[in-house]
């Protein structure tokens, strides 16, 4: 089983998927992997120039990479980021585009994609108390638009077999609270 948690960043993404694999015992991959793709972080942290459509591919890469060894069909997997990641930032790319590249590649298909949907000044708050943003971090015109492209994919339910959207402008355990019964729900249903 797959469960992917999505959302900008400073949405609470990593916080959510490490307390929902310490709870269910599950799996938990993080991307980007920078021991796998250590250009992606060079370029967030402004060291290097990558091409966007490199970078997209980049992304995508280090995803199918790290998902292709892990059993899911026996394991709880969940994924602090997933292609859906990958699409939101694409932004020299047609996102359209971007998503029939994802369904042509097919990658493992989320039983559910929690998306957490923080306001950008929320985020921006959260993630300038903990480090210094990076590139993609400190552009407010991307988070809204990477927002905006979440708005889409959760519309249009893309490439999951469900969405579920979390108001992440709560505390980490309001968060958590509306999170976890849903996640329970899922796995008693799948097992």
Known sequence: MIIAIEGIDGSGKTTQAFLASKDFKAIQLK???????PQI????????????KS??????????????NIDH??????LDR????????ARSLDRNVA????????PPVPDAVFWIDVGINNAMERKVR?????RNEKDMDLLNEVRSVYEIMYSKNFYAKQWIRIDGNRNIQQVYNEMKPILESIIKGKR
Request: with cysteine.
């Open 130 to 134: 903990h480090k210094e943003p990076d």
């Open 41 to 52: 972080r060079e370029f967030l942290e402004g060291r290097i120039h990558l091409h966007p």
């Open 82 to 89: 997933y292609i859906y990641s990958t699409v939101a930032y």
């Open 31 to 37: 991307f980007p992997d920078y021991r796998t793709m």
């Open 55 to 68: 970078l997209f591919l980049m992304y995508l890469a280090d995803i199918c990479q790290g998902i292709s």
């Open 99 to 106: 998503m029939r590249i994802i369904e042509d590649i097919a």
């Open 73 to 78: 069909e026996h394991n709880l997997i969940i």
